[in-house]
């Protein structure tokens, strides 16, 4: 494998010409993202329909429906997604790695892995919070908007405040594979790369920087997508030839589409990160040349 051959050219950017970038790796490896997006997330919008499908049912609280799945898709967005980060590792210097061998790996990786993502980050307590969500109807509307608007936001900013700060643990964990723990300081350990990749200086504001562009751009686009998603069923007279309302799944398809495109950001934000602070283009040529030479004999 040539090191210094990716199929993205290794070279900083700025965030403008990351997003574009994001857009141009998303169709070029469409279909592979969509079904590893739909991989991911299916489990999660099948609990997110058991837990709070009664909001979009019902008529009073129909409203309610909006946000609660807003801050669950948010909480949930970046587990949800180690799929689409795993294969897009891959595919850097293997082209179209298989949809099944990503999966397998991903569901091999340790219990660190799952915990980090699913309780450290607050995807099961929300999970949790949003059961007790659903029992606060019979205890009368003051319990019900303490969940709506107390308990349930701060759990996702509390899990939100970590992936803004750490957001690359995925890649670190799944990417480079580093030990989790190692007594020897010359062992790059997961403790260690993380401070190293998060912490350097002036890395810390870059990288809560690039956290809270995205936010508010990913906002703005499952807000548009939406939108056009509204506009389209118009136009076909989708809703007009049934019965049911069609809205509360537009919603939720809009916001996964979303995350899948903040996802591949993300990606080309952690390669961006990785040649700035470390010359990484650097390092794969010289690996390159190490291999060739190796190769070679002599």
């Known amino acids: 494998m040539d090191f210094s051959k990716t199929f993205i050219s290794i070279r900083t950017r700025t ?37 709070i499908g009664w909001l979009a049912t019902d008529y009073k609280d129909f409203r309610y429906f909006y946000w609660v799945m807003f801050l669950l898709v948010v909480s949930q967005a970046q587990f949800a997604t ?36 699913g309780g450290v980050r607050m995807v099961v307590p929300v999970l949790i919070c949003c059961f007790f969500l659903s029992r606060s109807m019979a205890l009368g509307a003051f319990d019900r908007y303490l969940y709506l608007f107390l308990y349930l936001p701060g759990l996702v900013v509390c899990g939100l405040s970590f992936r803004m700060f750490r957001p690359f643990v995925s890649e670190i964990l799944l990417l480079e594979k580093t030990p989790l ?30 956290g809270f562009a995205s936010f508010l751009l990913g906002l703005f ?25 069609y809205a509360a799944w ?6 996964w589409l979303t995350v899948g495109f ?17 010359g990484w283009g650097v390092e794969l040529r010289m690996r390159s040349e190490s291999q060739r030479i190796s190769e070679m004999g002599i």
């Not at 965030?15 to 489990?43: R, S, T």
Request: with cysteine.
């Open 181 to 210: 723990k190692s007594n020897n300081e010359n062992v790059v350990c997961f403790h260690r790369r993380s401070i190293s990749l998060h912490y350097r200086q002036g890395a810390v504001e870059g990288i809560f920087g690039q």
């Open 250 to 255: 537009y919603w939720l398809v809009a916001l």
């Open 262 to 278: 903040l996802c591949v950001a993300r990606f080309l934000f952690y390669i961006d990160t990785r040649i700035r602070q470390e």
């Open 15 to 51: 965030a403008l010409q990351i997003y574009d970038l994001a857009i141009l790796v998303c169709v070029e490896y469409f279909k592979p993202l969509l079904a590893l997006l739909a991989i991911g997330a299916f489990p999660f919008i099948l609990l997110d329909c058991l837990l």
């Open 82 to 117: 180690v799929f689409m980060t795993h294969y897009l590792g891959q595919a850097m210097f293997f082209g179209r790695p298989k949809i099944s061998t990503t999966v397998k790996d991903v569901l091999r990786a340790g219990f660190y892995f799952h915990w980090l993502h």
């Open 221 to 245: 686009l499952g807000l548009g997508v939406y939108a056009g998603l509204l506009q389209l069923d118009k136009i076909l007279n989708i809703q007009a030839n049934s019965e049911w309302s």
